[in-house]
């Protein structure tokens, strides 16, 4: 359940910076205090990592994802309620499935907007695994499964994480993946529809 815990903000009164003989030096240190305004419920056992959200065109139908590595799902909230979200409060969950759709310790989630893809605009949530080495795509809202990348182009490893973010250059979108390899630790991927080059 959703429990509202109040917002605790306390910002510490600073003095200017002071300059002393040949270093500059803080006068006093600031610090924020801040506390959670809502939790959601737990699912017992599921190992819980990195979160993402996606910004609906109506913000009350926003929903958050939370990757469950133990569990091979990504967990799907209500961003604004911290229910799950219904109708389906998961994407995978089949073991140790290397199955589209299906995920083998899902490490790392993040949402891509406004995405050409025929002649319209998608919005896309990519989920990077550990133990499969790549990225699957998953259309918002539908959460359905929408193509992958980086199939054999990643270490699997169960010990290491692995992380990926967006980049737009104006005019393509590319996905920057890190991998655990000795070279090449860093990986960048062009989003293209399939078929083009």
């Excluded at 270490?155 to 390899?181: A, K, M, N, W």
Aim: charge should be negative; charged fraction near 20%.
């Amino acid at each position: 359940m959703f429990r509202l815990v109040g917002l605790g903000l306390k910002i510490a009164r600073c003095a200017p910076w002071s300059l002393a003989v040949s270093c500059i030096a803080p006068a006093c240190f600031c610090q924020a205090l801040v506390g959670p305004v809502g939790a959601t419920w737990i699912y017992p056992g599921s190992d819980v990592d990195s979160v993402a959200t996606w910004v609906a065109p109506d913000p009350a139908d926003s929903l958050m994802f939370v990757t469950e590595k133990d569990g091979d799902r990504v967990e799907v909230w209500s961003a604004v309620t911290g229910r799950p979200y219904d109708p389906m409060h998961f994407i995978g969950g089949e073991q140790n499935s290397d199955e589209a759709g299906q995920f083998d310790r899902p490490n790392a989630v993040w949402v891509v907007y406004h995405v050409p893809f025929l002649d319209e605009f998608v919005d896309i949530l990519l989920i990077c695994e550990q133990l499969n080495g790549r990225v699957q795509i998953f259309r918002l809202p539908e959460l359905t499964y929408f193509g992958q990348f980086a199939a054999g182009d990643l270490s699997t490893q169960r010990v290491f994480g692995r992380g990926l973010g967006p980049y737009h250059d104006g005019e393509d979108h590319f996905v920057i993946v890190t991998d655990r390899r000795t070279t090449e630790k860093i990986k960048t991927y062009r989003l293209v529809e399939e078929g083009e080059a």
